[in-house]
């Protein structure tokens, strides 16, 4: 059972766009919310995490929008770059389960120069 | 070193062989994770460490696999008689917390078998 749904598949944004990868989830028991960049032939990478007592978290060019009621998440990649084409991944987790991440089925970016 | 390794980073095995997977965790991390990633999907978990306890190995697909962290280091993910749906990238992530929050993963093994 997927319990982390992740849109789109893939996603072609021009540089210096905006990126927007969306995540649902189901388990309202999930308190922690990292969303992972991942290049060929590497592990995946930390980008921004939330928690559920924000509706709002940026570093940088990276966003996270948080919508508890409709237990849904978002990435925002302000002025894409083409360095930034990648698979991202967004996740959750809880200490119920013992920290372990539920990922979505990722979201392949190209920034076209 | 100052991430996580893995190696070997690629493996083929034939059908039936056992496969030994190691994962060296970053100094003084004490939860250590393991998941596997089929080709073109999220990693999916499989176990976790936290020293040398393993507290969850609920993602074990099957009996075949088998884990270990014996001295709360260094960590090594066996699979006996392996068959074709075992191919896949396997990442380890270890984590100074408990909490398991912003681990860090390797780069994984590609295990195909043939």
């Known amino acids: 059972q997927q319990q982390v749904k992740q849109s789109p598949q893939s996603l072609i944004v021009q540089k210096g766009g905006i990126s927007i990868i969306n995540c649902a989830y189901e388990?309202?028991?999930?308190?922690?919310f990292p969303w992972y960049q991942q290049f060929p032939g590497k592990g995946p990478a930390l980008l921004i995490a939330?928690?559920?007592?924000?509706s709002e978290k940026k570093e940088g060019r990276f966003t996270i929008s948080f919508n508890k009621s409709a237990k849904q998440f978002s990435l925002h990649i302000m002025d894409s770059q083409p360095g930034d084409s990648a698979t991202y991944f967004c996740?959750?987790?809880?200490?119920?389960?013992?920290?372990?991440?539920?990922f979505g089925a990722g979201t392949i970016l190209r920034v076209k120069s | 070193g100052a991430g996580v390794s893995q190696s070997p980073r690629y493996k083929v095995a034939k059908r039936g062989q056992d496969v030994a997977l190691r994962c060296d965790p970053i100094?003084?991390?004490?939860?250590l994770f393991w998941y596997q990633q089929a080709l073109g999907q999220g990693p999916e978990f499989l176990t976790y460490?936290?020293?040398?306890?393993?507290?969850?190995k609920s993602g074990l697909p099957s009996d075949r696999f088998f884990a270990e962290r014996p001295e709360g280091s260094v960590s090594t993910l066996k699979i006996q008689r392996t068959q074709q749906e075992d191919s896949a990238v396997y990442l380890c992530?270890?984590?100074?917390?408990?909490?398991?929050?912003?681990?860090?993963f390797g780069s994984g093994t590609r295990l195909t078998v043939v």
């Open positions: 460490f936290q020293n040398e306890a393993q507290l969850d």
């Open positions: 100094s003084g991390h004490v939860s």
């Open positions: 992530a270890s984590s100074l917390a408990r909490t398991g929050a912003g681990y860090t």
């Open positions: 388990n309202t028991a999930f308190d922690y």
């Open positions: 996740a959750a987790s809880t200490m119920e389960y013992g920290n372990k991440l539920v």
């Open positions: 939330i928690r559920p007592d924000v």
